[in-house]
């Protein structure tokens, strides 16, 4: 309060400017009332609770109208003190008057949702707060009731507490997690599912989850896989690629998903629909590369299965490409539990390969012989375990086929073959895969001579 200036005087300019705010109309006109309050807070000429003094007619009125005014002109008064700090004692009563107005009426809570969004991002919130945020919305709002500008104001509340009170919402455990999956479940608007799917990716490195895990995955996975199409001459609009990697991220977030994800994507490996089954591929290459191995070795032959009846039969070259990715990441993912001593997992499935590939192999004037040739070089590039593996079982079969065949193309093509795999074993130089070339060199060094 400025010196020399009475509380009655204090009082009369709080009032004054909210009646001129009430009897606006248009919405240029609104806007400067509001900026005129903030300049009289900031300058210190009143304060924020001389505010809330003079709105108490509003708050408190009986009709849900007039409570709804009130709300409104506090939020948007906080929404415009981005740098103004508030004191502790201001902050928790406005945090109070918010949480208990939302059990008010339907009308009045987005400017509740609102009103706390703007004091969490732009106040420091006393301790306990935060916590108590979070229980009101959990039992006071039934999110899915909301317009989308409000729901995602929620789900940008959640982003905000994260960030900054990351360490006093872990004091809520599973209570939180539990809180969040009421909140998205039954989300249908691609920009809070955008905003929702990197929260589950948070959620999951710092709660326990394991309780709701597959309440969890229920709420996120079933989008899965992605069809959506972003309205036409819209800039601002959600791509359907960005949906399509946030929620893919999220299934990979955590092996905890793993028992619930690999059966999905088993499941749409079958679908008759492109889009669905390169979505499964190469989200199963995205959790292969984060999954603990014991699950992927679970469910490996099957997943090879679906894969190998795609590689050698889709006319989709991306299709293909997509199958080479998942099974490479299997295959990764099988290289690091080996290298751990863990299961011997990786030797069953690359026999399980070169057995379904070998009698392609054979035929270098066939399409397949390329295919499985790319299919083996790429699996190769896993590991330098699966270069070696798979460099020994291919090259006797390569070279003696290449000593039977009298046609020159497919003397190309066994050489081409023997060439990709020779520059994958480069990048493993000294190693396992190395040594194995040695038993080949005198082999290799003929065809210099011919």
Not at 392 to 411: A, G, H, M, T
Request: proline letters at 3%.
């Amino acid at each position: 309060m400025a010196a020399g200036t009475t509380r009655m005087e204090v009082q009369d300019l709080a009032a004054g400017l909210i009646e001129n705010y009430m009897k606006a109309e248009l919405e240029d006109e609104r806007t400067q009332k509001i900026n005129n309050i903030n300049k009289a807070i900031i300058a210190n000429d009143l304060s924020l609770v001389d505010i809330v003094e003079k709105l108490g007619p509003y708050l408190t009125n009986p009709d849900a109208g007039e409570r709804c005014k009130g709300t409104e002109l506090l939020q948007f008064i906080l929404h415009r003190l981005l740098s103004f700090k508030l004191n502790e004692k201001e902050v928790a009563v406005l945090v109070e008057f918010f949480c208990v107005r939302m059990k008010d009426h339907f009308s009045i809570i987005p400017h509740v949702v609102s009103g706390l969004l703007a004091l969490v991002s732009y106040q420091e919130l006393p301790e306990d707060l935060t916590i108590k945020i979070v229980k009101e919305i959990g039992t006071g709002i039934r999110i899915q009731s909301l317009l989308q500008a409000d729901r995602h104001n929620v789900f940008t509340l959640f982003s905000v507490l994260l960030n900054k009170k990351m360490a006093e919402l872990q004091k809520l455990g599973g209570d939180f997690v539990f809180c969040f999956i009421q909140s998205m479940d039954g989300e249908k608007d691609p920009r809070n599912l955008l905003l929702c799917f990197n929260l589950v990716q948070v959620i999951v490195k710092n709660f326990p989850i394991t309780l709701f895990a597959e309440d969890l995955f229920e709420v996120t996975s079933c989008y899965f896989p992605i069809d959506f199409t972003p309205p036409p001459n819209d800039p601002s609009a959600i791509s359907r690629e960005q949906l399509i990697l946030a929620l893919r991220n999220c299934l990979a977030s955590t092996s905890v998903f793993a028992p619930f994800c690999l059966p999905l994507l088993v499941e749409k490996l079958s679908s008759d629909v492109i889009y669905a089954k390169r979505d499964a591929l190469l989200t199963l290459a995205t959790c292969a590369n984060a999954y603990d191995s014991r699950f992927i070795f679970e469910y490996s032959n099957t997943l090879w299965d679906h894969i190998k009846k795609e590689i050698f039969a889709s006319s989709d070259h991306s299709i293909e490409m997509a199958c080479i990715e998942a099974i490479k990441s299997v295959v990764r993912n099988l290289s690091t539990a080996e290298e751990q001593n863990q299961n011997g997992a990786l030797k069953e499935i690359l026999t399980t390969l070169l057995n379904d590939c070998k009698s392609h192999l054979l035929q270098p004037d066939h399409k397949l012989m390329r295919t499985s040739a790319s299919l083996l070089q790429n699996v190769s590039m896993a590991s330098d375990m699966s270069c070696a593996e798979i460099t020994d079982k291919v090259f006797p079969i390569l070279l003696k086929q290449f000593e039977c065949e009298k046609q020159i193309n497919n003397q190309k093509a066994i050489l081409d073959a023997l060439l990709g795999f020779l520059q994958v074993a480069k990048d493993f130089q000294g190693r396992d895969s190395a040594r194995i070339l040695e038993n080949y060199k005198e082999s290799l060094l003929a065809f210099h001579a011919l």
